[in-house]
């Protein structure tokens, strides 16, 4: 028997991929969300790509519950390595040493100028993997290539 959810009381979750598509692996963040707007995903959730653009990234997540962010993030690991951080956005404790940087500014510093603003979510999810090449051109490393069912994997495991 399957059971009844109240569509009006699941959270609101958004997934945004950012990266640049021009950068190698940068773009890892933009093809996941890519694989994950050709599957069937609950109503609640809504996908969108952010590219390099971190107010767009805010503007996205506004009014929504819950957000993951999809993106390349170098901590030295092996490359495919995944990583997850969450954190807060209402709080004061952003930790200085969480560069995700989005190009136009570091995603830390979008937070702290987007309180006020926008009704940010309560919990924001980072879902990191360890690039391998960052340099110009298309297309991701055969290692980033076959982490994305891992990437998808680690996402939707943030929906329920």
């Known amino acids: 028997m399957q059971r009844y959810i109240d ?9 945004i991929g950012v990266g640049n598509l021009l950068m190698g692996d940068d773009g890892i963040g933009i093809h996941v969300v890519e694989s994950l707007r050709k599957e069937k ?19 996205y997540m506004d009014g929504c519950d819950k957000a993951v962010i999809v993106d390349a993030y170098k901590k030295g690991g092996a490359p495919g390595s995944i990583y997850r951080f969450t954190f807060d956005p209402s709080t004061d ?15 830390v510093d979008a937070l702290r100028a987007g309180r006020g603003i926008y009704k940010l979510p309560a919990e924001i999810v980072i879902i990191g993997v360890e690039p391998e090449i960052l340099e ?19 996402v939707k495991l943030e929906l329920y």
């Open 93 to 107: 404790v952003l930790d200085e040493s969480f560069n995700l940087g989005m190009h136009d500014i570091n995603f």
């Open 136 to 154: 110009c051109r298309l297309g991701l490393s055969f290692k980033l290539n076959d982490a994305i069912p891992n990437l998808i994997e680690a």
């Open 41 to 59: 995903l609950p109503e609640n959730v809504r996908v969108f790509d952010a590219e390099t653009r971190a107010f767009d990234a805010l503007e």
């Open 7 to 15: 569509n009006t009381l699941r959270k609101k979750i958004v997934i």
